[in-house]
């Protein structure tokens, strides 16, 4: 029997139970390197679904947590306490990862105490203009009342508190501003082990945002590796939803959670109203469309 590669770092997923987790583990079990474990933490009546689908999976190491709350970030910390590596990689259960990103995420951060590490997401998603790079003075009046003469910066947080993209490039390693939470590997005395988030909504809205700044709050640097690559379905928009008053209502839940991000860190609750007056706009246009 060939003796599989392990490194010493701990995975944590949280998650419902959704199909989605099956293609996760999978990914994680082609790896080149193994992980020394992974931590599924899932809400006790969701604990059979996972169960089920993780036992198909017999070289991973696998460790289920059961969790009070349906939260992602009450699961996700509550994964982080019971992580016995130095190493610790929070993924998403929609994420699967390329053979080599473990691997290349360790090596990268491995001796480095001040940092945490994402890999670059390789989606061919197609987003809308408002989100690229501006090519007419419209956008770029857009994006200057986001963001003051800065304008669109990749891998930045502006002024309102909007999350810009990462830079698509496909080599090297660039410092960010936000890392998205879908995938990141942290050392662990750097891991936040109190909960952050001050709501409690169906999905955490912003989490990556507010979780980025408190770690560079805290000194540490947030680093994207462009040659570790992960995948992921597009995280829905809210204006995706079929009911108008759902819709609302998780317009409404953003607005709350990125005017408390812009209060507690002194961003500009004038460019915030802006950018949701903009937004609002948006999802009334594409409703109408339908």
């Known amino acids: 029997m060939i003796k599989l590669k392990k490194i010493p770092i701990s995975i944590v997923i949280p998650t419902l139970g959704n199909r989605n987790i099956s293609f996760c583990l999978n990914s994680i079990s082609l790896s080149s390197y193994l992980p020394k474990e992974i931590l599924i933490v899932v809400p006790s009546e969701n604990y059979n679904k996972v169960k089920y689908k993780s036992s198909y999976y017999k070289k991973l190491s696998i460790k289920i947590i059961l969790s009070?709350?349906?939260?992602?970030?009450?699961?996700?910390?509550?994964?982080?306490?019971?992580?016995?590596?130095?190493y610790i990689m929070q993924l998403d259960d929609d994420v699967k990862l390329t053979k080599d990103c473990l691997f290349r995420l360790y090596k990268f951060i491995k001796d480095k105490n001040d940092i945490a590490v994402a890999p670059r997401y390789a989606d061919k998603v197609k987003f809308s203009p408002i989100y690229k790079r501006p090519t007419n003075i419209?956008?770029?009046i857009y994006?200057?009342?986001?963001?003051?003469?800065?304008?669109?910066?990749?891998?930045?947080?502006s002024l309102c508190g909007f999350n810009y993209a990462e830079e698509n490039h496909l080599s090297g390693f660039k410092n960010h501003e936000w890392l998205s939470g879908g995938a990141i590997m942290h050392y662990k005395k750097n891991?936040?082990?109190?909960?952050?988030?001050?709501?409690?909504?169906?999905?955490s809205i912003c989490e990556d945002i507010l979780h980025s700044l408190i770690l560079r709050k805290n000194k540490i640097k947030l680093m994207k590796l462009y040659s570790a690559r992960v995948f992921a379905a597009e995280s829905s928009r809210i204006n995706n939803e079929i009911k108008f008053t759902l819709v609302l209502k998780n317009l409404f839940n953003e607005f709350l959670i990125r005017r408390y991000i812009v209060?507690?860190?002194?961003l500009s609750i004038f460019r915030l109203y802006i950018y949701f007056l903009i937004y609002f706009l948006r999802i009334l246009l594409n409703l109408f469309k339908k």
């Open 263 to 266: 209060k507690k860190f002194n």
């Open 143 to 157: 994006h200057w009342l986001l963001n003051s003469k800065k304008g669109f910066k990749p891998g930045t947080i």
């Open 191 to 203: 891991v936040l082990f109190k909960n952050y988030y001050p709501y409690n909504f169906n999905r």
């Open 138 to 140: 419209i956008l770029k």
């Open 68 to 86: 009070k709350k349906k939260n992602q970030v009450y699961q996700r910390i509550l994964g982080f306490k019971k992580a016995k590596c130095n």
